[in-house]
């Protein structure tokens, strides 16, 4: 994949700089990170939900935390003995620890989160203040009251 310098816009452009860090972002690849899988979803005109696949783990070993526009999500599962005195000879259900970094758009917020089938549900809704919402201008006619017309006489 292509780099693209956005150096010639920094000098250009002012309060632009966290949008242009966030793009040369999206241009490098995460380290390789593909553990655990997870999908994005559009549930609503603003719900949105994430869908980690994090079979093996508990609600226990899960902690999700938002701060400011970054959702992180770390799990750590804790080494278990087995209580039946059975020995593991092969393991195939990963348990590795993992933590997951979302950048979240503003005025998004995390409204839940639910383990249903081995797989984390984190449910997030924009919620956009009114004064921030787009609004209709009406456009206010000249009135035919105020105004005089000057009219030319015939001759």
Do not use: C
């Amino acid at each position: 994949m292509r780099h693209v310098d956005f150096s010639p816009l920094y000098r250009s452009t002012v309060g632009f700089d966290r949008l242009f860090t966030m793009l040369d972002s999206l241009a490098q690849p995460d380290g390789g990170q593909t553990y655990p899988p997870y999908n994005i979803e559009r549930t609503g005109e603003d719900a949105y939900r994430i869908s980690m696949a994090v079979a093996g783990f508990s609600e226990d070993d899960i902690s999700i935390e938002a701060h400011r526009n970054v959702l992180t999500v770390k799990g750590e599962k804790s080494e278990e003995e087995r209580q039946d005195g059975s020995e593991l000879l092969y393991r195939g259900i990963a348990g590795r620890s993992f933590e997951r970094r979302f950048q979240l758009a503003d005025f998004v917020e995390v409204v839940g989160a639910r383990m249903q089938n081995g797989l984390l549900h984190i449910d997030l809704k924009r919620n956009i203040p009114d004064e921030m919402r787009p609004r209709r201008i009406e456009i206010a006619g000249a009135s035919q009251d105020g105004s005089r017309q000057i009219e030319a006489k015939a001759g």
